[in-house]
């Protein structure tokens, strides 16, 4: 009894003793549960972020069409390099004109010059020299006639202005029209500001092409005013020098010509 006690002690020792060793696996439910459900919560976010970047890339095609829609409906202003009349109105603007300064005028002005100025034939040419009655031939005092010589350099000025701003004048009208005609043309509201634009110029150019005449105009009023001034001034120095001329005159007159002014006295007291 003892003996078979003890085989099967042994027996139960010998199959148990291999197991004694290893690790016994252990399954846990909740935390394969847990595993899956933070598995779904990843691939919701997933999901949500594809979602959003369909609606950025939505978004974004949606604005490259309005942007496409507005550049052609309303034209690329960069695209429009040469607008018509741009160009000519950049040479116009470069322009200064003929006139010359007040200053200018007056130091050309040549006494000699002024004494032959016939105007077209208009005055009479009077030479740089006079025969005296006696038939002396002297010559002229220059200088007293460059102010003359002034105000016709002042008069040649307006003329060669007037002549100058006429022919600019025409040439901006014609560009003025052709730049309108482009501008009820445009396709696209870009090239028609653009083209406004221009226009804008070239009448601000035709009023400062206009005003050219009127400084000339009034170069020649200034110059004229001066001179009929310098005559007012020479006449009032000749009558300051004849009023004291007079006044020497009477004075040396009294001195020679003194009055007597004791008695005269006669023969046997008479």
């Known amino acids: 009894m003892r003996l078979t006690k003890y085989l099967i002690a042994l027996t139960i020792s ?27 919560v990843d691939l919701a976010k997933y999901v949500e972020m594809v979602n959003n970047q369909l609606k950025q890339i939505t978004t974004m095609t949606q604005e490259l069409q309005q942007v496409t829609a507005y550049v052609k409906a309303f034209g690329d202003p960069s695209g429009l390099l040469n607008i018509t009349g741009a160009n000519q109105l950049i040479s116009s603007l470069k322009q200064t004109g003929v006139g010359q300064t007040i200053g200018q005028l007056q130091q050309a002005a040549n006494g000699i010059q002024a004494l032959e100025y016939t105007a077209n034939g208009l005055y009479t040419n009077l030479g740089s020299t006079f025969t005296t009655p006696g038939g002396v031939q002297l010559p ?61 110029g070239y009448n601000a150019e035709l009023a400062t092409v206009d005003h050219e005449i009127d400084n000339a105009s009034g170069q020649v009023l200034t110059q004229d005013a001066e001179n009929r001034a310098d005559k007012e001034r020479d006449d009032q120095a000749r009558r300051e020098q004849r009023q004291a001329q007079i006044e020497e005159s009477f004075r040396r007159y009294g001195e020679v010509f003194q009055l007597e002014t004791t008695p005269p006295t006669f023969p046997n007291g008479r």
Do not use: C, M, W
Request: net charge positive; charged share 15%; proline share 3%.
């Open 140 to 200: 002229r005092a220059e200088e007293l006639y460059r102010k003359y010589g002034a105000i016709q350099q002042s008069s040649q000025n307006f003329q060669g202005v007037t002549t100058d701003v006429l022919a600019r004048r025409a040439n901006l009208r014609n560009q003025i029209a052709s730049a309108t005609t482009q501008r009820q043309a445009a396709t696209t509201d870009a090239e028609t500001q653009k083209l406004t634009g221009v226009l804008v």
């Open 14 to 40: 010998l199959f148990t003793a291999p197991l004694l060793p290893a690790q016994v696996v252990v399954i846990d439910p909740a935390q394969i549960a847990n595993n899956q459900a933070n598995h779904i």
